[in-house]
């Protein structure tokens, strides 16, 4: 997959993920938000560890360039809330 490919799709990922987290519990009831993140959780999973620390990567890098104090915040917390930090 084309590198400028897998950033956009990297940055989608986590506007909406953020997006999600950021929303008051009326606009989306927490346990939506929790089914969704934890789908989404298991099919990051099925990554190989080199594309897990690439991933993680990318949200670290649009957290350095992120102005908005919680969108950054939350793009830093993006791998381990996915599990992608850890090892089996």
Do not use: C, Y
């Amino acid at each position: 997959m084309p590198d400028e490919l897998i950033h956009i799709l990297a940055k989608a990922l986590a506007d909406l993920v953020i997006s999600i987290d950021l929303s008051d519990d009326e606009d989306v009831p927490s346990d939506v938000a929790t089914r969704w993140f934890e789908d989404s959780a298991h099919t990051l999973d099925h990554l190989i560890e080199s594309d897990r620390g690439r991933l993680t990567a990318l949200w670290q890098d649009l957290a350095d360039r992120e102005p908005n104090p919680a969108r950054r915040q939350a793009l830093r917390e993006l791998p381990e809330s996915f599990g992608l930090d850890d090892r089996d």
